[in-house]
């Protein structure tokens, strides 16, 4: 069994910062992928943020951050604006004790930007 727990989002005023946390916990062997999307309404999800690249509306404003020793991904978010509101979930990609791999969603955190 494996928990993904998401905190950190909430109602901020554009301009303003949120940091998004996502641990990981369970029948954990390895972690291999710990990213970041995001779902507006009527909107597809789409990528915030990986190890190796970042969404083009990011423009520098976001980083992602992982702490393996605690299975914690976070995504530090400044300077946000209001077309950054929206459900922001983490995906884990990871081998669980019994070695099968497995790919598990968190279940979401509300981002509200006004303006």
């Known amino acids: 069994q494996v928990q993904l727990v998401e905190s950190g989002g909430g109602l901020v005023q554009a301009g303003g910062s949120l940091r998004l946390s996502c641990a990981a916990s369970?029948?954990?062997?390895?972690?291999?992928?710990m990213d970041w999307y995001r779902q507006a309404p009527g909107k597809q999800r789409e990528l915030v943020a990986s190890s190796t690249k970042y969404g083009d509306f990011v423009k520098g404003r976001f980083t992602i951050s992982r702490d393996n020793a605690k299975n914690t991904v976070y995504l530090q978010m400044n300077n946000l604006k209001p077309e950054d509101t929206a459900v922001y979930y983490c995906?884990?990609?990871?081998?669980?004790?019994?070695?099968?791999?497995?790919?598990?969603w968190g279940q979401g955190t509300q981002v509200t930007v006004s303006s």
């Open positions: 369970g029948s954990i062997s390895s972690i291999n992928v």
């Open positions: 995906n884990v990609q990871l081998t669980n004790l019994y070695g099968i791999e497995g790919d598990y």
